[in-house]
């Protein structure tokens, strides 16, 4: 791969088209690519196929919007600030959206899989559970399963026999997103990624995706972030542009740089539990507003403030905790 090209953050999204399969980086409500989920909406992206090791808030807001046509995972919410992902429940049982469920450990193999070039990885996990039962194959009950899509495996899973010990195990199928969207604390300016705290999937879920979009808090050069390749996640060759947006993952957290706006959450959690007010929530914050830049206006610099991680601790020692 080339090295990766710098945009803004419209330019970025703006390659990704309807129906494409991607994946995300961090965790539940941790370092998730918010601004350009706020831009995938407003850019009126549809049918996209989502696939990641868990769901948060990136992922039941685009949910919502109406931008996703397919969902593979193991589990969505916001965790103490909006337990489970209520548009996913919500677009579900109305059927415009289609739920391929997991384990986590599952779901993992598939993304490592990717990952490494392999077409399987094996697995015991989730053995003698419902969660092989095959009147819960969603995408083979709606006709996906037929080979015409070659992002999605012909079998959910394989039920082999063990040939050097005996006794039965599962073949997970690879997952190869068409995009990965990666928010991140530093990039380099030849796209070398630099993750601060808990990695997470990153990693697989980068390299196992045809192509690489790096949001990141700072661009910073080569030079200085190779002084130290040890704290280095993923080379540049496997990027494929960079966008440099501070507050990029806001509401949700990213290590070292701000903390997770859990009252934020907690609202859009509050206010999005049928169509009517995701709708509004997303015309208010979404589609009133032109850009990321506005939005961060428009959460106000004390807030943000609040927010900002202390360098000399990693985490805000402003905003207000939970006390026992």
Request: net charge negative; with cysteine; hydrophobic share 35%.
């Amino acid at each position: 791969m080339a090295k990766p090209v710098r945009m803004n953050l419209k330019e970025a999204v703006a390659q990704i088209p309807d129906g494409a399969m991607l994946t995300f980086s961090g965790f539940t409500i941790w370092r998730r690519p918010m601004a350009a989920v706020y831009e995938m909406i407003r850019q009126g992206k549809k049918d996209l196929h989502l696939v990641e090791v868990n769901g948060g808030t990136h992922s039941d807001l685009l949910i919502g919007a109406g931008c996703v046509k397919i969902w593979e995972s193991c589990w969505i919410g916001h965790e103490l600030f909006g337990k489970i992902g209520a548009n996913l429940a919500r677009k579900a049982e109305a059927g415009e959206v289609i739920i391929e469920d997991y384990s986590h450990v599952q779901i993992l193999y598939r993304m490592a899989a990717g990952s490494m070039g392999l077409p399987y990885l094996p697995t015991y996990a989730s053995m003698g559970t419902d969660m092989l039962n095959p009147a819960y194959d969603n995408l083979k009950t709606a006709g996906l399963r037929d080979g015409s899509n070659p992002k999605i495996p012909k079998k959910k899973y394989e039920i082999v026999s063990d040939p050097f010990y005996g006794g039965e195990l599962l073949h997970m199928p690879a997952a190869n997103p068409d995009w990965c969207i990666a928010h991140v604390q530093m990039v380099g300016e030849e796209g070398t990624v630099r993750v601060e705290g808990q990695l997470y999937s990153d990693s697989e879920a980068i390299k196992a995706s045809d192509n690489v979009i790096i949001v990141a808090e700072q661009v910073v050069s080569e030079d200085y972030i190779r002084r130290e390749p040890t704290r280095n996640l993923i080379s540049g060759h496997q990027v494929s542009c960079i966008v440099e947006q501070p507050w990029g993952a806001h509401p949700t957290g990213c290590f070292g740089c701000y903390e997770t706006d859990g009252s934020f959450i907690q609202n859009f959690f509050k206010s999005t539990r049928s169509q009517e007010g995701l709708d509004a929530w997303v015309k208010e914050w979404i589609h009133d507003i032109p850009d990321y830049e506005t939005y961060l206006e428009r959460i106000g610099i004390t807030r943000l403030e609040q927010l900002r991680a202390n360098p000399a601790f990693g985490y805000s020692t402003t905003i207000k905790r939970g006390t026992r």
